[in-house]
């Protein structure tokens, strides 16, 4: 079965800072991907970053990088440059494959508000 | 239209009422997804269809009904439902997996319909 674990049920950072948010996981598969999905207080899902279990390399997008340790089973996200409008949840996943669909499993999000 | 879209976005409903959720996908996906999302618990999985063929189904009570009749639209009826059903329905959509290839195929969600039993 799979885990993913996101220990910081709030953070506050500055505008402007950079902010690290926590997730480990946990599985027994070999292949698997991991993604970080913002949600705001409209309630929609918005998909920020992915990485493979089998990227060498960490994932960057734009002001979002994903430090993936793979041996500590840790999939942290990095905000570089905080900004207002980056307050909201934030949400860890893990893909694992159901035939041709797949599956996220969630953690419990972290809430990150930016202040000035 | 573009993206997931979810109808209705607020729904009230009796515990003796039937009612159905509307999601339907604009980005030629052919994997849908039903969550439900309870306050302090992580999403949790409820219906997977891929090539319209349900998938999954993760132990989720009777008194929800999913219904996928094309690749675009999902629909999740509901019909003598708990209080302790309330709560956000989100609706994603993917890509399915067709050949041995797995890359990265993250799931788009819609903005959800929150729903209050009373």
């Known amino acids: 079965a799979q885990k993913i674990t996101q220990t910081q049920p709030g953070m506050f950072v500055q505008e402007k800072e950079a902010v690290t948010l926590d997730c480990t996981y946990d599985?027994?598969?070999?292949?698997?991907?991991l993604f970080w999905y913002k949600q705001p207080s409209s309630g929609e899902m918005i998909f920020l970053i992915y990485?493979?279990?089998?990227?060498?390399q960490n994932a960057t997008e734009g002001r979002y990088s994903l430090n993936f340790q793979k041996a500590r089973k840790s999939a942290n996200l990095v905000i570089s440059a905080s900004q207002l409008g980056d307050s909201a949840m934030y949400f860890c996943a893990m893909r694992t494959y159901l035939g041709t669909a797949s599956k996220l499993t969630f953690g419990t999000g972290t809430r990150l508000q930016v202040t000035l | 239209e573009t993206g997931v879209t979810q109808t209705p976005r607020h729904l009230v409903m009796g515990m003796t009422n039937k009612k159905s959720l509307k999601c339907e996908q604009h980005?030629?996906?052919?994997?849908m997804y039903w969550y439900k999302q309870s306050a302090k618990k992580p999403l949790e999985l409820m219906f997977v269809?891929?090539?319209?063929?349900?998938?999954e189904n993760n132990s989720v009570p009777s008194r929800f009904s999913p219904e996928c009749p094309n690749s675009s639209h999902l629909f999740l009826h509901l019909h003598t439902l708990q209080p302790e059903d309330s709560a956000l329905y989100l609706c994603?959509?993917?890509?399915?997996?067709?050949?041995?290839?797995?890359?990265?195929?993250?799931?788009?969600f819609g903005p959800g319909t929150r729903l209050t039993v009373l």
């Open positions: 599985t027994s598969d070999q292949s698997y991907g």
């Open positions: 269809y891929s090539l319209e063929e349900r998938v």
């Open positions: 994603a959509s993917s890509q399915a997996v067709l050949t041995s290839g797995r890359t990265g195929r993250e799931q788009f």
């Open positions: 990485q493979g279990s089998y990227d060498e």
């Open positions: 980005l030629g996906h052919n994997a």
